[in-house]
T-cell receptor
Framework: GDSVTQMEGPVTLSEEAFLTINCTYT??????LFWYVQYPGEGLQLLLK?????DKGSNKGFEATYRKETTSFHLEKGSVQVSDSAVYFC????????????FGKGTHLIIQP | DAGITQSPRHKVTETGTPVTLRCHQT?????MYWYRQDPGHGLRLIHY???????DKGEVSDGYSVSRSKTEDFLLTLESATSSQTSVYFC???????????FGSGTRLTVV
């Protein structure tokens, strides 16, 4: 079945540092890939997505590129802020997505001033 | 999130009692989902619906049932709550699943 693997953390960085959170996946066919973010006490918010190979999703300074050859969708940001502290989830859906998203276990990111 | 509401937000219940969680949407989206979130497990799919009266099981459906009698409401029922069902439950909706889902704010359920 489908699966997503990501580092769990916590990942602690200083403000303005470069961020990479790795995500690799196993899926049948051609999945759509997502990054969701969860702030403390809240639900998940869609951060960015990519629906086909070589697509780059971007939002709020975050980027991720759909790499079919390495089955990866790593999240990057050039300069993190304290407000980026949250839990980040990589997820995929295949076969059209109607039967649910498959999530990684989440990466807790802590940004120190 | 705008357009999707979960109730209650918090609930404490005793082992063996029935519990129903409600997800209400105003977006008229076809697809609705129930997930549970637990430390070390991420989010796991419980049940989902692809239309009124059309539901199917997810990865962790044992001990749960669902109903969808109208487009806007998707109910999750724990027939006899157990301590292992202590969790945070999230509802999600989508009109085009390949383009992502919108999540509610969650229900924190504690079974004592």
């Amino acid at each position: 079945g489908d699966s997503v693997t990501q580092m769990e953390g916590p990942v602690t960085l200083s403000e303005e540092a470069f961020l990479t959170i790795n995500c690799t996946y196993t899926a049948t066919g051609y999945p759509s890939l997502f990054w969701y973010v969860q702030y403390p006490g809240e639900g998940l918010q869609l951060l960015l997505k990519a629906t086909k190979a070589d697509d780059k999703g971007s939002n709020k300074g975050f980027e991720a590129t759909y790499r079919k050859e390495t089955t990866s969708f790593h999240l990057e940001k050039g300069s993190v802020q304290v407000s980026d502290s949250a839990v980040y989830f990589c997820a995929l859906t295949s076969g059209g997505g109607a039967d649910g998203l498959t999530f990684g276990k989440g990466t807790h990111l802590i940004i120190q001033p | 999130d705008a357009g999707i509401t979960q109730s209650p937000r918090h609930k404490v219940t005793e082992t063996g009692t029935p519990v129903t969680l409600r997800c209400h949407q105003t977006e008229n989206h076809r697809y609705m989902y129930w997930y549970r979130q637990d430390p070390g497990h991420g989010l796991r799919l419980i049940h989902y619906s692809y239309g009124v009266k059309d539901t199917d099981k997810g990865e962790v459906s044992d001990g749960y049932s669902v109903s969808r009698s109208k487009t806007e409401d998707f109910l999750l029922t724990l027939e006899s709550a157990t301590s292992s069902q202590t969790s945070v439950y999230f509802c999600a909706i989508s009109e085009s699943p390949a383009n992502g889902y919108t999540f509610g704010s969650g229900t924190r359920l504690t079974v004592v």
